[in-house]
């Protein structure tokens, strides 16, 4: 149970890693979260990570984004992860705050003994009537 709960955190942190590298803009880092198959399933459109770094730069030197994972769901079954959460970012572009919501699932499988992305799947969360 303890390698169970400590395989888990480790999961979930690169998955952190992931989008702490996307709001620092370092690309590199985003890479060595991810699979060599990596794939983001991004609203409908289907991208690779350099996919994910080629959007982003636009927005360097231009944009700010914190990104918080909550509502987060984790389960293990030998060499692979998935996780279910919902993924809030505060941003600024061009000095104007603008909030997103994804809802979102992540599998990720262990490959010379690191968990690596290997699927991510981002919708757009609907807004709710308020």
């Known amino acids: 149970m303890k390698q169970t709960a400590m395989e888990l955190r480790e999961a979930t942190q690169i998955l952190q890693n992931y989008f702490d590298a996307a709001s ?3 690309y590199q880092k985003m890479r060595d979260q991810c699979s060599a198959s990596f794939l983001l ?3 409908g459109e289907i ?3 350099e996919d994910h770094i080629n959007f982003l730069k636009q927005y360097e030197g231009k944009a700010s984004i914190d990104y918080s994972l909550e509502d987060v769901n984790r389960t293990i ?3 692979v992860v998935w996780i279910t959460h919902r993924n ?3 941003a600024t572009i061009e000095g104007q705050p603008v909030d997103f919501e994804w809802i979102e699932s992540v599998i990720l499988r ?3 003994g690191e968990w690596k992305l290997a699927l991510l799947h981002s919708t757009t969360a609907k807004k709710t009537g308020n």
């Open 24 to 26: 620092e803009f370092d």
């Open 41 to 43: 399933f991004e609203d």
């Open 110 to 112: 262990k490959e010379d």
């Open 88 to 90: 809030k970012a505060r």
């Open 47 to 49: 991208w690779t990570v």
């Open 77 to 79: 079954q030998d060499e």
